[in-house]
């Protein structure tokens, strides 16, 4: 199977929670986007959304990412665009704003996920404890990003402290490659990973898309068939 007969299946012009995570259990990785210039975002969703996956959350960690956002979210309405590392009801609005159809947060902000729910706008809260997780079961999400995965324990940890909370979901981030993703994929309350591999600055930055795509179809190729990359 190509990454562009997967593609053609997806329809990424959807709205709500349900749908979006959907798209997610599909694509089984998201690319983790950090940008500099504005003027490759388009480059960087053509580049995405032809190896398979168009699906990208950005992430405003530069002052340039929310243009990003909006450019690549006008320019292809046919890739999934979220707003990642937001830390503020403000810059939840203005991702909002710019086109963002689903926010991720590094750890659980009450006022990010009150201004989201608000707002309809599907929200990934990052967790990883048993506190956390239970805050975030109080404000009625069960579908949390695991952060950062690597970091806190990886496979191991995330089985513990995913095992009390059966209805629980995650995506792990952070330390996410293709040499440990199929592992996180296997456990059960795994939604998918979000990973930046596919993406690195320097290719962005200088305008490699092809390898972009490249990389986005390896990655697609190996979620897909589940066979480990050492």
Not at 39 to 52: F, T
Not at 90 to 115: C, H, L, N, R, W
Not at 145 to 164: D, H, I, Q, R, W
């Amino acid at each position: 199977m190509s990454g562009n007969d997967f593609t053609g299946r997806l329809d990424v012009t959807v709205s709500g929670h349900s749908a979006v995570t959907a798209i997610f259990r599909r694509v089984r990785v998201i690319p983790v986007i950090v940008m500099d210039d504005p003027s490759h975002a388009v480059g960087v969703a053509d580049a995405l959304a032809a190896g398979g996956l168009p699906c990208a959350e950005i992430t405003l960690r530069t002052p340039a990412a929310m243009e990003c956002l909006k450019r690549m979210s006008d320019a292809r309405p046919d890739v999934l665009v979220g707003a990642g590392t937001v830390l503020s009801e403000k810059q939840a609005a203005g991702a909002i704003k710019a086109g963002a159809k689903f926010v991720v947060s590094p750890g659980f902000s009450e006022s990010v996920v009150d201004f989201c729910l608000a707002h309809q706008v599907p929200i990934y809260p990052g967790v990883c404890t048993p506190t956390e997780i239970e805050m975030a079961l109080r404000q009625g999400l069960s579908e949390l990003k695991f952060f950062p995965a690597e970091a806190m324990g990886g496979v191991k940890y995330l089985k513990a402290v995913s095992a009390p909370y059966r209805d629980v979901r995650f995506i792990p981030t952070g330390g996410v490659t293709p040499a440990n993703i199929l592992e996180y994929l296997a456990i059960g309350a795994v939604i998918a990973c979000g990973g930046s591999w596919m993406t690195p600055a320097d290719q962005i930055a200088a305008g490699r898309f092809g390898q972009i795509e490249q990389s986005a179809r390896s990655a697609s190729a190996l979620v897909q068939s589940g066979e480990s990359t050492p």
